[in-house]
């Protein structure tokens, strides 16, 4: 992994649980981190979604270590990205100490 090829910002958001003045409990979006990464598509495809015809498209994701799960999501551009799998491979950089995790995500799909 070459560190030069994090140039994108993304940020790691989960879905918190609150409770409303009301009393209802509803979930909120909340910041984990926002990180350097390396954003790649990888593939786009059309789905039938409720009757309408879907774009989804697929990003691998690379970023230095971070705790994070497939409960997380991305957002990145403007679009908010589902995790789809998180890879269980760490990959070591010569230029920088440390590893890298890579992260499958999708645009397009309800979480």
């Known amino acids: 992994m070459n560190t030069g090829n994090m140039r994108e910002r993304v940020t790691i958001k989960k879905y918190t649980p609150s409770t409303s003045a009301t009393g209802a409990i509803t979930e909120t979006e909340t ?34 270590t971070r705790v994070i799960d497939t409960g997380y999501f991305l957002e990145w551009g403007g679009k908010k990205l589902n ?16 590893q890298f995790l890579k992260i499958e995500a999708e ?5």
Not at 40 to 55: C, D, H
Not at 107 to 111: F, T
């Open 31 to 64: 910041t984990v981190a926002t990180v350097w990464a390396e954003v790649r598509a990888i593939k786009g495809r059309e789905a039938q979604n409720a009757g309408r015809l879907a774009t989804i498209e697929t990003y691998l994701i690379t970023i230095y």
């Open 83 to 98: 995790i789809r799998s998180i890879s269980d491979r760490w990959e070591k950089d010569k230029t920088m100490p440390g």
């Open 107 to 111: 645009y397009g799909v309800q979480h």
